[in-house]
């Protein structure tokens, strides 16, 4: 079988003129409660790189600008509107040509922006560029298709096969970098998607326009991942929650809801069984995306996170 992912070819030499360098990209940054990273994760962008923080009515205040080590941007949304709402609004704030989306529980490596610049350069406009996405245990953390378009294991690169950048078929919105025009004119993320899978949304319309999705492997971005905000049994229940009704939507959305009935079953049990092995982070999982299917899809925006 062949391998879906082959390494990017090398591109068309840089024409004349001046090159892009870190000034002339956004970083912005999305906040819910996220006192307790979002200091590290600003500081590790290059000085010369504009910073916006879009904060989502975080209930805790936004104290923590005080003692940010470089200027940022602060956008205060007048609710919780949800991440790609959010991410929209730090775009349209942006004045530069690129936008880097960054979870505030990710930290830049030193070399990672000029290295996305330099792909940009090799690889032309538009696309969509990725750093290696690493935990902090090392372990690169890696999604190669959507929602719709799940890619086997079988079918995917190993680490030891990944000799350069390559193609995937997949956005993570922890991480990514663009053109802010190309971003705005494919609509941005889609408003209607309150929390999780608006990645799977923006993938599948950038494919759909055949706009390259690259990960540059020797940028690198350290995520810690579920650190953004204080972790809770209600807020996961409410999290899952709405992660279904995203999912539910971009499904319906695409013309693949499947079954309701089956996949209530399977949410049922899955919650019994943590029940039983009194795994309560479980429990809230998965209650909270078998209430997200009960409730249906929703255009609104479910209850806040």
Known sequence: ??????????????????????????????????????????????????????????????????????????VAMP???????????????????????????????PDTIPRLLAAARLYGEPSILMPAIVGENGRLMRKEGSILEKVPRSARLAPEEIAGDYCTRFVHGAAFMVSRAAFLELGGFDEAIFLYHEDDDLSLRALARRIPIVVVTEARVTHAGGRSSTPSFGQTF??????????????????????????????????????????????????GKFAGCLDGVRRNAPPHV
């Open 238 to 287: 409410r999290i899952n929650r709405a992660k279904m009704h995203s999912e539910l939507y971009v499904r319906e959305k695409y013309g693949a809801a499947g079954g309701r009935a089956s996949r209530l079953l399977w949410l049922g049990a899955g919650c019994a069984l943590a029940l039983a092995l009194f795994d309560l982070h479980r429990v809230a999982i998965r209650a």
């Open 79 to 109: 609710a919780n509107a949800g991440f790609g709402t959010a991410c929209n609004a730090g775009a349209r704030r942006a004045a530069t040509p690129y936008v880097l989306f960054l979870n505030p529980d990710a930290v830049l490596g």
């Open 1 to 74: 079988m062949m391998r879906p992912f082959p390494t990017v070819a090398e591109g068309p030499p840089d024409e004349d003129g001046p090159r892009p360098g870190p000034a002339d990209v956004t970083v912005v940054f999305v906040t819910y409660n996220s006192s307790a990273v979002i200091g590290r994760a600003v500081a590790s962008v290059p000085a010369e790189c504009p910073v916006v923080v879009v904060d989502n009515a975080s209930p805790e205040g936004t104290a923590w600008t005080a003692t940010l080590a470089r200027p940022a941007d602060i």
